[in-house]
């Protein structure tokens, strides 16, 4: 294979047909290769004068009347948009509300108490800490068993890994569309049937997939889903989470934080509690508005470019950042820790090497932006819409020369 030139990875941005989405973002020095917009997207400039209107116009003169006039539906409107636009589900089974932490909570409670007598729940050891934690404290609260499925490093785990640890005592298993670490990206139609045939309920996070890979959540029959929307969906620092409840299950699962917001008739404010219908019962209290508007214009860009678009271009970011790893770096003492197989493999690419974190700050100070992952993980996020092909050089060469220097 001939060795790849800078000048070529500029013709790939030449030829590439997204090339235009960067200039919609706020991007004040070009010269920067930012490689983690998987852990924070870009600033969309819609959302600047989006969040602006909302301040001076909805908020400043408006005041509380903005909340009749379109900010209660606020939550509902933009799961509606996710739902059709991003996840392949239908209007009425997403809202937009809360951090992923809490809907995951919210989601495993609910799907755990609809398989009463079943005594077990299934995670992977690698899945993300909070979905761990989360886990692990409803596990202790309702003496559950959690089954540990081991950890299959770089190629994410198998149908046979879940098989092994499923049978009817199980309730619920939840796993990662993408692994956060690895990257490793899971069949969620096969092992979301697998779950189903031992009569568990499936709860996915998206949180690394959401806006970079299709989704098709009707299709794969899932149940429940939760992800963020600060990654891929570039709706900023702690924007809002998304769940997704499957439109059947809706009238029989229950979650577990009754707020007046997903209550029957919420301003009765009568006694006792009764859920709304539909998906307003997986709210709880009043949304924080301006991070929630913000989720629009990322979500409407996304959709505008195409899913299908995207993940043409995610994959192509990988291999090149693959292809580099193996001309310059994988003799220098680094490893990749991502899958070498373009499908399984989400939008970003793990390579380890022992000295990771001091490599991560000389790549910093270059003005190269990855995120270090413990312990010798050096995390390189390519988001379509604003990641050049020369980002993936420029970020992979800095590192070639900043293990060269010692
Ligand atoms: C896979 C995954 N799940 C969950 C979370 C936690 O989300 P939050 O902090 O919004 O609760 C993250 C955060 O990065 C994540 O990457």
């Known amino acids: 294979m001939t060795e790849i030139l800078r000048p070529d990875a500029e013709e790939m941005d030449a030829a590439d047909p997204l090339a235009g989405y960067r200039d919609q973002f706020v991007i004040d020095d070009d010269t920067l290769v930012y490689l983690d917009g998987n852990s924070l997207g870009r600033l969309p400039k819609a959302t600047q004068s989006l969040v602006i209107d909302v301040l001076t116009h909805q908020w400043g003169s408006r005041l509380i009347r903005s909340w009749g006039e379109r900010w209660m539906d606020l939550p509902t409107r933009l799961g509606d948009l996710v739902a059709t636009t991003m996840l392949g589900a239908n209007p009425g089974e997403v809202v937009v509300c809360d951090t992923t932490t809490v809907s995951l909570y919210k989601a495993l409670s609910a799907a755990i108490d609809a398989r009463p007598g079943r005594r077990s729940v299934v995670i992977e050891e690698d899945n993300f800490p909070t979905d761990r934690y989360v886990l692990e404290g409803l596990a202790r609260r309702n003496d559950l068993k959690i089954r540990w499925i081991k950890s299959r490093g770089a190629d994410g785990l198998t149908s046979a890994d879940l098989e ?70 570039n709706a900023g620092p702690g924007a809002p989470a998304f769940g997704y409840v499957r439109a059947a299950l809706q009238p029989e699962l ?25 998906i307003r019962a997986w709210l709880t209290g009043t949304p924080g508005v301006l991070s929630l508007a913000a989720v629009e214009p990322g979500v409407r860009m996304l959709a505008d470019a195409g899913l299908v678009a995207v993940r043409a271009k995610s994959v192509a970011l990988t291999e090149l950042a693959v292809r580099l790893y193996d001309e310059w770096l994988s ?5 990749l820790c991502s899958p070498r197989d373009p499908e399984r493999r989400g939008s970003h690419v793990t390579i380890g090497h022992p000295n990771a974190q001091q490599i991560v700050q000389r790549l910093l100070e270059r003005g190269v932006v990855p995120d270090f992952r413990r312990p010798d993980g050096i995390r390189l996020g390519f988001a379509p819409l604003t990641t050049r092909y020369v980002d993936v050089y420029d970020g992979l060469q800095a590192m070639r020369e900043a293990a060269a220097d010692g």
């Open 164 to 233: 092994n640890v499923l049978d009817d005592s199980v309730a619920v298993v939840t796993l990662s569309h993408v692994d956060y670490r690895s990257s490793a990206l899971l069949d969620m139609p096969g092992l979301t049937s697998l779950a189903h045939s031992a009569g568990a309920l499936i709860v996915w996070d998206l949180c690394h997939s959401v806006g970079a890979v299709p989704i098709d959540l009707e299709g794969s029959a899932v149940d429940l889903a939760v992800g963020c929307t600060y990654k891929y969906l």
């Open 254 to 278: 229950s979650q577990p934080i009754w707020g007046w917001w997903s209550r029957a008739e919420m301003f009765d404010m009568g006694p006792g509690y009764q859920a709304e219908s539909g």
């Open 331 to 335: 003799a220098a003492g680094f490893s």
